[in-house]
């Protein structure tokens, strides 16, 4: 099945090239592996270095690379079942952190380590997504 008839809700409310970047990557991605969770996988993987989720969508980040330590590993690495962030660019500079947490309107953010801003701008994604899917 084609990415475009599949694609997740947080990329229909995404920037264009978003959606392009998650369509290529999704699309080949099945051609190599077949339809499934891999095909997803590899597809956030690519989208993840150009863009970060941020509420209930994904904006382009200010340098490309990779979002967390996880995806950093790459290959085989990246499978070997570690956490990821979830989308938020955790290796962004605390105050790129703070100034979505304040978007976010997460309360107690001026008292979080870059870890804990990295936790609650996730928790916070998560809520305004399921906010916006029902």
């Known amino acids: 099945m084609p990415a475009k008839e599949e694609l ?3 990329l229909q409310r995404s920037p264009k090239k978003a959606q392009r ?3 290529k990557a999704h699309d080949s ?3 190599e592996y077949g339809e499934g969770e891999r095909a997803h996988r590899t597809a956030y993987s690519a989208l993840k270095h150009g863009f970060e989720k941020v509420g209930d969508h994904w904006q382009a980040k200010s340098s490309k690379g ?3 330590t996880q995806a950093a590993k790459g290959g085989a690495g990246a499978r070997s079942g570690g956490r990821t962030a979830g989308g938020v660019d955790a290796n962004a500079t605390k105050s790129h952190l703070m100034d979505v947490a304040r978007r976010l309107d997460i309360r107690g953010r001026s ?3 870059k870890g804990e801003l ?3 701008i ?3 994604n998560a809520r305004e997504t399921r906010k916006s899917r029902s």
């Open 8 to 10: 997740p809700s947080t």
């Open 21 to 23: 970047t998650w369509s």
């Open 29 to 31: 991605a099945v051609e």
């Open 66 to 68: 990779p979002s967390d």
């Open 111 to 113: 008292s979080m380590s």
């Open 118 to 120: 990295v936790d609650a």
């Open 122 to 124: 996730e928790k916070a």
